[in-house]
């Protein structure tokens, strides 16, 4: 079953001056994970968080990533990390369009 990994955390000043074409590189490494979908980038500007929305096929993708990000993001000057991991009902996510 499918698992979404949702990562908020609030950059240091280092992980925000990271330039774009490295954030690209990230998004392209990113890209060969094992079940890996799709990431949407997101931030929250007022609050200053930074994060993403992950689709993973199963709990255990989602985990192999998601629990080194805890530790990199926080190694890096991160602060308030968090990593959530979201089970679906995919019998009424399939009525709003869902594509599973």
Not at 33 to 44: A, C, P, S
Request: glycine share 8%; proline share 4%.
């Amino acid at each position: 079953m499918p698992v979404l990994l949702i990562v908020s955390y609030v950059p240091s000043e280092a992980q925000e001056a990271i330039a774009a074409a490295d954030r690209r590189a990230s998004a392209e490494r990113i890209n060969a994970l094992d079940g890996f979908r799709w990431k949407f980038w997101v931030r929250e500007a007022a609050a200053g968080t930074r994060g993403g929305v992950y689709l993973f096929d199963s709990l255990e993708a989602a985990r192999a990533w998601g629990e080194p990000t805890r530790e990199r993001l926080s190694a890096a000057g991160g602060r308030e990390v968090t990593i959530r991991y979201l089970d679906f009902d995919e019998a009424l996510s399939a009525v709003n369009h869902a594509p599973f």
